[in-house]
């Protein structure tokens, strides 16, 4: 009996609004980078809710109210609730509150949203290692003091549950990409020498599983799982969320992701699908096929591995980098040698 090929990318015979009821839309690299809007982003996601689709935007940013990120959105042209804006903070406040007594101190270092959250679960925020507060939670705040981050190694030094709403070492922002909280949170590590008990963002699936819960609000059933899409551009957070919770993904090429990531991703990091941009929510997605040995086919595009090169029929065709990531992970999961460093340079419009 021969072998069962290797699967990989899926694929659907109908547009990605259509085969998933519920989308898990992240916002920095997808929708916006910074103040400025993503091309397509607005058009493809009014088009997809058109089609029956409920978007919720998930995003790692713990600094912004709920309503600020809609506002924000409604200036794309986008008809956003702040109910459909799950951030870092919202998640936190939920799993801080499941994790303490009822009105128990929590030292808090983070904007006024997450400190808003956390009061909104009827808990004392407190600022000060010295009120001894029976947990702390941290996320990203641009005005985040030195002195700020001690009192929450000081207080985690002295037993306080540490959380916090994300673990990004980086953010993208308008002129580039910047620290994210995961860099000042590995401050409070190296400090304490203690690590965070839970994280409210991605990789973790918390976020997502939230997300799905909120979106059916109080006494309805949630979209199945399966139902259920992850819309990223980072692999490493938003892919590997989905990886985690089961839930299947999109990556895009929008934001941190790039052909050569995806083509070198490890199992765990691996889309179900792979996309240029937004557009995607409103196609069919061709699934790759495996030709025998390491060769793939996506539509008209080919890739395969010979002698640990890595060659594709056409480096401008989304179809050609589908089926040359297929073909690199199967190199890879085979122990197969691919010289990295003679990837197809892919450069899609």
Same mark, same amino acid.
């Given at each position: ?34 103040? !400025?809007? $993503?091309?397509?982003? =607005?058009?493809?996601?009014? +088009? *997809?809710?058109?089609? &029956?689709?409920?978007? /919720?935007? #998930? ?63 009827? !808990?004392? $925020?407190?600022?000060? =290692?010295?009120?001894?507060? +029976? *947990?702390?939670?941290? &996320?990203?705040?641009? /005005?985040? #003091? ?69 979106? =059916? ?85 080919? =890739? ?46």
């Amino acid at each position: 009996m021969s072998e069962a090929a290797p699967e990989y990318l899926k694929g659907t015979d109908r547009p990605l609004a259509e085969a998933y009821g519920l989308a898990l839309l992240d916002l920095d690299g997808v929708v916006y980078r910074g103040k !400025l809007p $993503v091309a397509h982003a =607005a058009g493809s996601i009014r +088009a *997809a809710e058109a089609a &029956g689709m409920t978007i /919720e935007y #998930t995003t790692n940013n713990s600094s912004r109210f709920q309503h600020v990120v809609a506002d924000q959105l409604k200036g794309f042209g986008l008809d956003v609730g702040p109910w459909q804006v799950i951030t870092s903070s919202v998640v936190a406040a939920r799993m801080v509150a499941r994790a303490v007594p009822a009105g128990a101190r929590v030292l808090v270092l983070g904007a006024e949203h997450l400190r808003e959250e956390i009061a909104g679960q009827g !808990l004392a $925020v407190v600022d000060s =290692a010295q009120d001894a507060p +029976a *947990a702390a939670v941290q &996320g990203w705040y641009p /005005e985040m #003091t030195w002195g700020q981050m001690a009192q929450v190694a000081f207080a985690v030094e002295h037993g306080a549950t540490y959380f916090v709403t994300n673990r990004d070492l980086t953010i993208p922002r308008e002129l580039g990409i910047a620290p994210g909280c995961g860099s000042m949170i590995q401050a409070v590590v190296n400090a304490a020498g203690v690590e965070p008990v839970a994280s409210a963002g991605k990789p973790e699936p918390a976020m997502y599983d939230e997300a799905r819960l909120l979106a =059916a609000g109080d006494g309805r059933e949630p979209v199945a799982r399966e139902r259920c899409l992850a819309i990223g551009d980072r692999l490493d957070t938003d892919i590997e969320a989905g990886n985690r919770g089961g839930y299947d993904s999109l990556a895009v090429l929008t934001g941190v992701t790039n052909p050569r990531e995806l083509m070198l991703a490890p199992a765990h990091l691996r889309p179900s699908f792979v996309a240029p941009d937004l557009r995607a929510l409103n196609e069919p997605m061709p699934q790759p096929a495996h030709a025998g040995g390491t060769r793939w086919t996506c539509g008209a595009a080919w =890739a395969e591995v010979t002698d640990g090169m890595l060659t594709a029929s056409d480096a401008t065709d989304v179809d050609a980098l589908r089926a040359a990531c297929c073909a690199a992970w199967q190199a890879a999961d085979e122990g197969l040698a691919l010289d990295v460093d003679a990837l197809p340079g892919f450069t899609l419009d």
